[in-house]
């Protein structure tokens, strides 16, 4: 109970300030009440827009990240290579990396390449920062996987596609469902980046709520926070129930 109560504190003035009108420093509660800032925010067109990039860029990630990294995690835990080493540090850099030491050099590539101020630019730079966790989350689910189960397949004469099908994706589903659920929470926060690389153009929920709350209106700060925080439950949620339903029909025996 005092752990629920710890995590909904930060929360209350959250809330009330979204609903303020005029609580000035000092005072305990506002003064005056007013869903003005809800109005101003679900009004504005800006706010439909930054949802839509921000919900495309972080489901096309998630999707791109899966793609990638589960016959990676499979590489690295299956194949024997002396070279092996130099691949996970290479493949696990972004984690150790901070990604604001490295944001020149790929602001400088994406411009050379032209994937600056596009949607194209902003979801291959959104990769960067969280395929490694993918990755992390798959590499953990081989563990538990049996080389025997893939050799008896294969001997059976299963093809490489039907044993991923029907074999190795139902058996990784935790790992593929905490994977792209970090995915997605990184995408979906991603504020210097996406800013970098969308060049204003390409506009998040984050980009438009963090110049309110760094210095304009609180009480639409406010909104734009709260907002966020039900747009990234229910993104994720939506996202885990299409991974559930998607591969349930994939891997159906018919």
Do not use: C
């Amino acid at each position: 109970m005092v752990f629920i109560l710890a995590v909904l504190f930060p929360f209350i003035p959250l809330i009330l300030g979204s609903i303020s009108s005029g609580w000035r420093f000092g005072e305990i509660l506002p003064s005056n009440y007013s869903i003005d800032g809800y109005k101003y925010v679900l009004k504005s067109r800006s706010t439909w827009v930054g949802m839509g990039y921000n919900l495309s860029i972080a489901y096309i990630v998630a999707v791109i990240n899966l793609f990638l990294a589960i016959p990676a995690a499979r590489f690295l835990f299956r194949k024997k290579s002396r070279f092996k080493g130099i691949y996970m540090v290479i493949l696990f850099a972004p984690l150790i990396i901070p990604s604001l030491s490295s944001v020149l050099g790929i602001h400088h590539s994406m411009i050379i390449y032209g994937l600056t101020d596009n949607l194209l630019g902003v979801i291959l730079v959104n990769i960067i920062p969280s395929f490694p966790y993918v990755l992390l989350s798959l590499y953990g689910s081989f563990k538990g996987f049996p080389k025997r189960l893939e050799e008896s397949a294969l001997i059976d004469g299963v093809s490489k596609f039907q044993m991923y099908r029907y074999i190795i994706l139902p058996i990784l589903l935790p790992g593929i469902l905490i994977g792209s659920t970090i995915s997605i929470l990184i995408s979906l926060s991603e504020y210097i980046l996406t800013l970098l690389i969308g060049g204003g153009e390409i506009i998040t929920l984050p980009i438009l709520m963090f110049p309110y709350l760094s210095s304009g209106d609180k009480v639409v700060g406010a909104v734009y926070a709260i907002l966020f925080i039900l747009f990234n439950v229910v993104g994720i949620l939506l996202f885990e129930l299409g991974i559930r339903f998607g591969l349930k029909k994939i891997t159906k025996i018919k």
